[in-house]
Nanobody, 123 residues
């Protein structure tokens, strides 16, 4: 059984930082891309960042230069370091795993999701 469990969300002032973590278990039988997606109220799901097994990363233009995705392959933990946070970063953030990178980028047809962690950035 696949489980993705996020932690690390919270309330922070604009310009502050947060680090999200996602502990993964049960991902067997092949290679998965890992990623973070977010959804703000009234908006569509947005792919924030993704990473492959070799550490190659992709970022949404809105977060590039401010967010960093990384992973600990031994502990099977995915991270999202978020710096210089802006009010527009306020959203529910989800950890996800998928065999197709395009699904993580587009936020569609995701194989596995976490339960989400709320990030709120005050101005």
């Amino acid at each position: 059984q696949v489980q993705l469990v996020e932690s690390g969300g919270g309330l922070v002032q604009a310009g502050g930082s947060l680090r999200l973590s996602c502990t993964a278990s049960g991902l067997t039988g092949g290679t998965y891309f890992m990623g973070w997606l977010r959804q703000a109220p009234g908006k569509e799901m947005e792919g924030v960042a993704s990473i492959d097994k070799d550490g190659r990363t992709m970022y949404a233009p809105s977060v590039k230069g401010r967010f960093t995705i990384s992973q600990d392959n031994v502990k099977k933990i995915l991270y999202l370091q978020m710096n210089n946070l802006k009010p527009e970063d306020t959203a529910m953030y989800y950890c996800a795993a998928d065999r197709d990178l395009r699904d993580l980028v587009l936020g569609r047809g995701i194989n596995y999701w976490g339960q989400g962690t709320q990030v709120t950035v005050s101005s």
